[in-house]
Structures are given as C-alpha cells and as structure tokens.
C-alpha cells in the first residue's frame, strides 16, 4: 500500500527550511527518501531502518518514528540545488513489498 | 553505489509492436528492478528479477506483457510488448546496494513513446 506524503508541494526562498513527511498505514522495516530532478532519475539519499533512528547528510536530515509508522525528511537553509521531486519509499518484513510514495515537489527560489 | 547504463534512452515506437530495453550493471548483484514513471508521477515496480530465477510481477503487470529476461549477475532486459499509447512511459531499471541496507540505484531511463 503506497504510504502517504505531505505536502504535495512546496516552494521556499533560498535559506528557509521545509520539513517533508511519508506516512504509512502499515508496520514499516524501512524508509528510504530519494531526490529527483526533472528528466534525471532518482537519487538515493538516505534509509532509516526499525529502531526509530534518525540520520543527517550535509543539511539534509531525517527521523523515522516507528511506532506512529511515519518518517520526516527536514532540509535545513535550503539551497537552489536543493529542487526537485522528494519520494519516500516503505517496505515492511525486511526489505520486502517496498513502494514509493506520490511525491513532494520542492521549489527553492533564489 | 552502482554505475547503471540503460539502452535506448529514447524511443518512439508504433502501436502492436514489441521493444526491448536492455539494463547494464558494472558490478554483479543479485536483485534488479524495473520500474515505471509516467510524466509527473511516481515510480511503479513492474517485476522484480534475479539471476537464474523467474521475475516476480506486482500486481497489474503480466509476463506476456512485460517478459524480463535475467542472463547472468551485470544484465537484465524488459520488453514491452504489443505497445499501445497507454505504455508511453519512462521506463527505469534499478539494483540495489551492497549489504543488507536495500538501497536502490537506477538506471537514467528510457523514455518509450508509442503511437
């Protein structure tokens, strides 16, 4: 079952933040987020496993709350490069049944 | 993470015909995935496909329609099939990461447009 994202989109002036959540209906193993720009394929960049960790990369961070079976991908003082289409993605048992989300469109304006 | 080429990267291609998207790995792994991305939309998993077993569809995608064939650990092809319009898509091919993380990398796509 595709989880949930919100919002469907988003536009921020260069600096500002933005917070992008992926909710499921369902026991989640996993939650992978990935970044594609437009007529590019997506790119990997990040996977949070059960546990309820979270985890960073540059300003780009993450949290996964397994109990509540949702995750929130936070990009701090956003930068231009930073737009494109954010897609989580969910398996449950081990890496099985994964399914990307719709997609949050990110803007970042100059 | 892997370096994946896909061929053709473009196509257009008439109605009831057939066309085959090869994908190609530099290092060998054992699970590949073909997805499909229609304009502003999310990805879809078509099958999954592992060397020297037959693909696994999701729900909504058959073998006569969509065969996958899986040669050796660095290759993979999907052919679509008796193409209608409904099939114009972008096509993508992924792998996943090494270890037990199930990270996928895709492939730059094939962008199939049928009339």
């Known amino acids: 079952q595709q989880p949930v994202q919100s919002p469907q989109a988003v536009i921020l002036r260069e600096g500002e933040d933005a917070v992008i959540n992926c909710s499921s209906s369902?026991?989640?193993?996993?939650v992978h987020w990935y970044r594609q720009k437009h007529g590019e394929a997506p790119v990997f960049l990040m996977i949070?496993?059960?546990?309820?960790e979270q985890k960073g990369h540059d300003k780009i961070s993450a949290s996964f709350n397994e109990k509540k079976q949702q995750s929130s991908l936070y990009l701090t003082a956003s930068q231009l490069s930073y737009s494109g289409t954010y897609f989580c993605?969910?398996?449950?048992?081990?890496?099985?049944?994964?399914?990307f989300g719709p997609g949050t469109r990110l803007s970042v304006l100059p | 993470s892997a370096v994946i080429s896909q061929k053709p990267s473009r196509d257009i291609c008439q109605r009831g015909t057939s066309l085959t998207i090869q994908c190609q790995v530099d290092?060998?792994?054992?699970?590949m995935f073909w997805y499909r991305q229609q304009p502003g939309q999310s990805l879809t998993l078509i099958a999954t496909?592992?060397?020297?077993?037959?693909?696994?569809?999701e729900s909504g995608f058959v073998i006569d329609k969509f065969p996958i064939s899986r040669p050796n650990l660095t290759f993979s092809t999907l052919t679509v099939s008796n193409m209608s319009p409904e099939d114009s898509s972008i096509y993508l091919c992924?792998?996943?990461?090494?270890?037990?993380?199930?990270?996928?990398?895709f492939g730059p796509g094939t962008r199939l447009t049928v009339t």
């Open positions: 992924s792998v996943e990461g090494q270890g037990a993380s199930y990270e996928q990398y």
């Open positions: 369902k026991a989640l193993y996993s």
């Open positions: 949070l496993l059960k546990g309820g």
């Open positions: 993605g969910t398996a449950n048992n081990y890496g099985q049944n994964f399914v």
């Open positions: 290092s060998q792994v054992t699970m």
């Open positions: 496909a592992n060397q020297g077993s037959e693909a696994t569809y």
